[in-house]
């Protein structure tokens, strides 16, 4: 169990230009989250996966936001078209998915920074 | 709509005094309630949940959170504080997968800075 890896840690972009990210959760684990974070706020929910399939999404993600679980592993977040108040901690997060015991508890990754200048 | 109310933007402890931490709720049904602690440059931690069962759960290094329905509370609790356990702690809520299968998402609060001073 290597924990939920995030790449890259930081990234610093122009106004306008397209960011991609990429998450890669706990093997074992069925759900794939994307959360995102901003200075003195808690997590805000993105959206999630349960293997492959994107089951729910935040009014939040507007449709210049993009996620994929191709093959229910990696996921990848894009933002097109990026703007200021995009710039934001982007977190990924895993779990076996609903019921009792552990299965709920999510594994956090260290997050992507994003500055959009 | 689910919502979580962390009314302390910070809490401050001396080493060794008990420490809460307040956390209050909303959510449709049988809640699922969760705490998390993020350390600087690092991830966020799970500490502890409560799913059912007993309304006081015991969670990692020592904390624990009372869950109490009629105050629609679930107040993080340690009996000594440390100095290492100042951080940033959140509580999270979600609803019981029972009353809507597919919701998975946790709903987090604004988080609360806990400084324990030696």
């Known amino acids: 169990d290597t924990g939920v890896s995030q790449d890259p840690r930081h990234k610093i972009t122009k106004r306008g230009q397209n960011v991609t990210f990429r998450c890669d959760p706990i093997s074992e684990h069925n759900r794939l989250y994307w959360y995102r974070q901003t200075l003195g706020q808690g997590p805000e929910f993105l959206t999630y996966?349960?293997?492959?399939?994107?089951?729910?999404k935040s009014r939040l993600l507007s449709d210049r936001f993009s996620a994929e679980r191709p093959k229910g592993s990696f996921s990848t977040l894009e933002i097109q078209r990026t703007e200021q108040g995009d710039s934001a901690m982007y977190l990924c997060?895993?779990?076996f998915g609903p019921g009792l015991g552990d299965r709920e508890k999510l594994f956090f990754g260290s997050g992507t920074q994003l500055s959009v200048l | 709509a689910q919502s979580v109310a962390q009314p302390e933007d910070q809490v401050n402890v001396a080493e060794g005094n008990p420490l809460t931490v307040k956390c209050t709720y909303s959510v449709s049904g049988n809640p699922y309630l969760f705490w998390y602690v993020q350390y600087p440059n690092r991830g966020l931690q799970f500490l502890l949940k409560?799913?059912?069962?007993?309304?006081l759960v015991k969670g990692s290094y020592g904390f624990e959170a009372e869950f109490n329905k009629s105050q629609t509370s679930f107040h993080l609790k340690k009996p000594s504080a440390l100095v290492s356990d100042s951080a940033l702690y959140f509580c999270a809520v979600r609803a019981s997968p029972l009353r809507s299968s597919n919701t998975g998402k946790l709903i987090f609060g604004q988080g609360t800075t806990l400084q324990v001073k030696p």
């Open positions: 997060a895993s779990s």
């Open positions: 409560y799913i059912t069962g007993d309304n």
């Open positions: 996966f349960q293997n492959e399939a994107q089951l729910e």
